[in-house]
């Protein structure tokens, strides 16, 4: 008896060992479903609605990966990552990519062994004080003290920041955004400092918005973008083009209202190329013809997906800014479907 | 007629390894044992395997490189420019100061609570048992971040106490500032001759403890009870005090005050560092005061009438027979008490406190995203930390133990 559970033991583990990790697209087809991480719940970015499902602009990223691998932008199991697990989650292959506020940096890129597969929204760090501290400059912050998101990019920038002006500050370390506000707001810090959206975004639901001042020092930029493992380059490119659709769709005016119209044949052969009525590039990625068509069907192009999530007539009110099209003098740019 | 023959010895056949029920045990603990270390072996030769596939290898170089991030609680010196291992070290420190402040609050308070759980007063046995059961039965998070928002939201910012009729204002003569930030109080500066009275001081411990070994003598030599309470305070305070004003004041004290944004000067208690440690202290009180009445209870009340017999007073009682008695019962849970609070700390994070979960296990991970060198290294850390207050409370233990000669 002892020895048969022994063996029996050993058999389910050689079995769990023998499993050779297979290529990330051929695991989500055969799962079925796409695994993605996602935040544990910033408004606009990543929130589950009133009904449980998952909304937002980080979110939108995974479902058009879903739906032009899958040909279905609900076949997505949201993972709620902190920032402390992200990385463990990504790297484990406990999600299949990340689409997560998370700032590309060479480390995380190089050393951390993951590959960045775009820009979805260029931020930077900003920060905010009370009006009353009389504050113009965060240059004028000698001494205060500071709430931080701990394990971020923006924690090291503070620390650089303040060191390079040969100024001294107490950081208070917070898990959460949300803690981090209500230590602000209660006095026990001068300053938040965090990416500069999501300072707009809080203070939007701060009870007098006008009381508190965002300074006008940005002092880094914070790259934000979907990521995947290293190694798997036919799965890093399956992400990389689907953002590339999204931004390519709007670039060429292809929207969720005209997508069907435009996909029974336009004399635009980018489109053409693009929604798969010209050209195999579906076929290059491993996929079906129609992959970026039924990205684009779950949302929209990223201009409508901006709109939706974080634009003006939001309550995240968010410009584009930086991140309108380089059309339009932005930094949001696509290289070309060809 | 019978006679005892010798034991027939048989010779070991391998058999025996199975039928014998004298080596049937062993057998199996030794099968047990292979099959463990097999399983050991092969679960991590598989992370390495696919720590490798992943192009990943488990490498402790990041010790050495560069934090880049601030802590606000520095034992020792530390910058962002310093080491991560630096970091961990930090952290370290901090997780001992909070371990070792919250151990003496919760003993200090478990005891007083768990002897007045045993009172003859009502209102005073009830208040207690109230207070057992309430922090008993509430997680110690929970506790921790009570305490922690009640902090930041009823003591004053430090811009409170700013302006000509500020709304706040500092405790004893202007040299302790309360803040939601945390305590400010004044630092002792040591000017020439301080070596002086700290060694007066030192040398009044001493003698503290030469005094109250020399009462006991004379205890239980004579049977004279001299007073031992009052003469150790004065000798505590006294001479050092003397020492101080004789010599000019050469210690003098550093007070806070508000510069800026914050009090600087002085030293600063930090609200987290106050939240975590009275969270703990209370919380693991409560256990400790079971602890205490267990032990008191465990003491047969003959030995408290018999006290009583020979004209002793309920608070000798206490503290010369039934208390010394108790303490074989109190202190090996106690020990107990003593790893949880310093695996407790751990919570930290909670309250943004940068224990050793904090820097290592927190940011340091984070930044490096050597999760598992740096989890190892935390399970190693608080492995330590626990195996050592083990140890000596063993010893301590060994000694409060009834003497058997």
């Known amino acids: ?338 | 007629m019978t006679t005892l023959a010798d034991p027939h010895t048989e010779s070991f056949r391998l058999s025996m390894l199975l039928n014998d029920t004298r080596y049937r045990s062993l057998t199996f603990q030794f099968i047990a044992l292979v099959a463990i270390i097999a399983f050991m072996a092969f679960v991590g030769g598989n992370l390495v395997r696919n720590l490798a596939a992943a192009g990943l290898n488990i490498s402790y170089e990041f010790l050495g490189s560069q934090a880049g991030y601030d802590i606000n609680q520095r034992p020792i010196e530390y910058t962002s420019q310093s080491t991560h291992g630096r970091a961990a070290l930090v952290g370290l420190l901090n997780t001992l100061i909070v371990a070792f402040l919250a151990c003496i609050t919760a003993t200090i308070i478990g005891v007083i609570a768990g002897v007045l759980r045993l009172s003859n007063n009502w209102i005073v046995s009830k208040l207690m048992s109230f207070y057992v059961e309430i922090f008993r039965n509430v997680p110690v998070l929970i506790w921790i971040l009570i305490i922690f928002s009640i902090m930041i939201n009823t003591a004053p910012a430090p811009r409170d106490f700013r302006g000509d009729d500020p709304a706040a204002s500092m405790w004893l003569f202007d040299t302790i500032a309360v803040t939601n930030r945390g305590v400010y109080i004044p630092k002792p500066v040591w000017g020439e001759g301080s070596l002086l009275v700290l060694g007066v001081f030192l040398a009044s411990i001493v003698g503290i403890f030469l005094f109250r070994r020399y009462a006991r003598k004379q205890l239980f030599d004579h049977g004279r009870l001299i007073p031992t309470f009052w003469p150790s305070v004065g000798l505590f305070f006294i001479p050092a005090i003397l020492a101080q004003l004789v010599l000019g004041s050469p210690i003098s004290l550093d007070y806070p005050s508000l510069q800026g944004f914050n009090f600087r000067g002085g030293i600063t208690i930090l609200g987290s560092l106050i939240a975590l440690w009275f969270a703990l202290a209370i919380y693991t009180g409560a256990f400790i005061a079971e602890n205490v009445r267990a032990g008191i209870l465990a003491i047969s009340k003959g030995q408290t009438e018999a006290a009583g017999a020979l004209g002793l007073r309920p608070n000798r009682i206490m503290s010369l027979v039934v208390l010394p008695q108790a303490l074989r019962v109190i202190i090996p849970p106690l020990i107990s008490q003593y790893l949880n609070i310093t695996k407790n700390s751990s919570l930290a994070i909670a309250v943004g406190y940068m224990d050793v979960t904090g820097t290592l296990g927190g940011i340091t991970l984070l930044q490096t995203g050597r999760a598992i060198e740096t989890v190892l290294l935390l399970m190693l850390f608080y492995l330590t930390i626990s195996l050592l207050i083990s140890f000596f409370m063993n010893i301590f233990n060994e000694r409060m133990k009834l003497q058997e000669r």
């Open chain 1, 1 to 338: 008896m002892k020895k048969s559970v022994f063996l029996g033991a050993l058999t389910v583990a050689g079995v769990i060992a023998g499993g050779v990790q297979a290529a990330t697209l051929d695991e989500v087809k055969s799962r079925g479903k796409l695994n993605c991480g996602v935040t544990t719940g910033v408004p606009g970015f990543a929130e589950p609605d009133a009904s449980g499902v998952w909304q937002g602009f980080d979110v939108a990223v995974c479902r058009a990966v879903a739906a032009a691998v899958l040909g279905d932008g609900n076949a997505v199991e949201f993972v709620p990552t902190t920032g402390k697990t992200r990385f463990t989650a990504l790297a484990s292959g406990e999600i299949d990519m990340l689409a997560r506020n998370t700032t590309w940096t060479f480390s995380r890129d190089v050393d951390l062994k993951f590959e960045f597969t775009g820009v979805n929204y260029y931020d930077g760090q900003g920060f905010m004080v009370p009006k009353e501290l009389g504050v113009a400059s965060a240059k004028d912050l000698d001494g205060a003290t500071v709430c931080i998101q701990t394990g971020t990019t923006t924690e090291l920038n503070l620390a650089d920041f303040f060191r390079s002006n040969n100024i001294s500050y107490e950081p208070v370390p917070i898990e959460t955004g949300a803690e981090a506000v209500q230590q602000y707001l209660a006095g026990a810090c001068d300053v938040y400092t965090t990416d500069a959206s999501a300072l707009a975004a809080q203070r939007a639901n701060f009870e007098d918005p006008s009381a508190h001042v965002l300074l006008p020092e940005i002092v880094s930029k914070e790259p934000l973008g979907p990521l995947v493992r290293h190694g798997d380059n036919e799965w890093a490119d399956i992400v990389r083009w689907t953002l590339n659709a999204m931004i390519t769709a709007e670039e060429l005016g292809v929207t969720s209202v005209n997508l069907e119209e435009l996909s029974a044949g336009s004399d635009n052969p980018e489109i053409n190329r693009l929604l798969g009525t010209e050209g195999d590039l579906g076929a290059m990625l491993g996929l079906e013809a129609d992959w970026a068509k039924n990205a684009l069907g779950v949302a929209g192009n990223y201009g409508e997906v901006f709109e939706k999530n974080i634009g003006a007539a939001t309550p995240i009110g968010l410009a584009r800014g930086l991140n309108a099209q380089w059309t339009d003098g932005g930094l949001i740019y696509s290289p070309p479907f060809r």
